[in-house]
């Protein structure tokens, strides 16, 4: 892996017409990973630039147009970019607000790569980065009429500010009074298709010829927000979230028995025979996957609801021993006109001062990507964000961060 300076395209006449959005002679920064060169552009309309990306395959000197997944960071007043490792390349923009400020352009990860296998052609993907770490959601699973709403409700009750709910999509009509982004995130079916291929979804099913599902922006939000989601998703919804690339907590609630729950079930008083019958039946199909299928961490059995809200707790570190959970943030960085950028291991270093070593009234950044996880089609989150007084400062600082 190596770094291109920056250069000047003479025919963009192919990257124009795809969209690529630089002029002639626009200038560009590019990055040499492996067999191919990305190169990052501007399109510069004297008050803001709009970032694009092309490839140039190496071998054959050919330049692509990549299919570019995540959501696109805005227009920005300039923009300093660094590679990390082998599969992405940091970008911090200028003059941008703290919670768009970083970002990853991902040419070479796990995401990346499984897009290219679907759609057969060349992928990159955005994914905004965070400092900072957010804690693990949390699936609960369970049979109907096992206590996990109940559950569910107690802890929302008790910890209003520590828990939150993704809100799902949904292709179906939205019912009076459900209001969009609230109840449901109402969509197309195409649009929804669409993201479920692009692995935009942890999780969805088809229920009555319409589309359900969370998808991880979703989820993202609610990190975003200081809280940690919970989904509460069937046994298959569960399996889904598992085989994904969102690190979780999973949880299932069981009942006592099979007696104790076909009555409380009854006691309900608001179904038929049939459907309690068929309730009855799923459920000893689900406890049974829940059981044997080793997604699950945790298994609750809820036979006293105190007592199985106290063990709920104390698996989420909520009994009073732990610490409180650390909250991701958004920090953002306000780069000089005169500054440079430097690379060690995972350690990125910011100059703000004069680029002469021997001055030593220069303030430092170091950004440590050490601990990065996540990344598209969700966030890219662990960066840690240090600042630093002086050149001997950072140097320690960077000692002390390896």
């Not at 979703?218 to 927000?225: C, G, H, K, Y």
Request: a negative charge; glycine letters at 10%.
């Amino acid at each position: 892996m190596g770094e291109a300076p920056a250069f000047v395209f003479d025919d963009l006449q192919d990257a124009n017409q795809n969209g690529f959005g630089l002029k002639s002679k626009d200038s560009g920064t590019a990055f040499t990973i492996r067999d191919k060169t990305y190169v990052i552009g501007c399109d510069d309309d004297e008050s803001t630039l709009s970032i694009g990306v092309l490839i140039i395959d190496n071998a054959t000197g050919n330049s692509i147009i990549p299919t570019v997944l995540g959501s696109k960071p805005k227009p920005c007043k300039g923009y300093s970019a660094v590679p990390l490792n082998a599969d992405r390349i940091l970008i911090i923009k200028k003059g941008s607000a703290p919670d768009d400020c970083i970002w990853f352009l991902e040419v070479d990860t796990k995401y990346v790569k499984q897009q290219k296998n679907n759609l057969g052609k060349e992928v990159v993907a955005w994914s905004k980065g965070v400092s900072g770490n957010a804690e693990k959601p949390v699936v609960i699973s369970g049979p109907s009429g096992v206590g996990k709403g109940t559950l569910i409700s107690m802890l929302m009750k008790e910890f209003p500010s520590m828990f939150g709910f993704s809100v799902s999509h949904t292709t179906r009509a939205p019912r009076a009074m459900e209001k969009d982004g609230v109840h449901y995130h109402f969509t197309e079916r195409s649009v929804m298709e669409k993201e479920i291929r692009e692995g935009k979804f942890l999780e969805f099913a088809s229920v009555h010829g319409n589309l359900y599902g969370t998808s991880i922006e979703a989820v993202e939000v609610v990190a975003d927000a200081g809280k940690r989601c919970i989904l509460d998703i069937d046994v298959q919804g569960a399996r889904s979230v598992s085989a994904s690339s969102l690190e979780a907590i999973f949880i299932f609630i069981c009942p006592p028995s099979m007696e104790e729950l076909e009555k409380r079930l009854r006691a309900r008083g608001t179904e038929a025979e049939e459907q309690i019958l068929k309730r009855l039946r799923n459920a000893k199909a689900e406890i049974e996957q829940g059981q044997s299928s080793g997604i699950f961490e945790h298994i609750l059995y809820n036979d006293n609801l105190d007592e199985c809200y106290e063990n709920l707790k104390k698996l989420l570190g909520l009994d009073g021993t732990t610490v409180a959970m650390q909250k991701s943030t958004s920090q953002g960085i306000n780069l000089p006109e005169d500054h440079s950028i430097s690379k060690v291991d995972n350690k990125i270093i910011i100059n703000c001062g004069t680029p002469e070593l021997e001055k030593a009234s220069k303030s430092f950044i170091i950004l440590d990507a050490s601990s990065l996880k996540g990344g598209a089609p969700g966030r890219t989150r662990g960066l840690d964000v240090h600042a630093i007084d002086s050149f001997s400062d950072g140097l320690n600082g960077i000692n002390e961060l390896s």
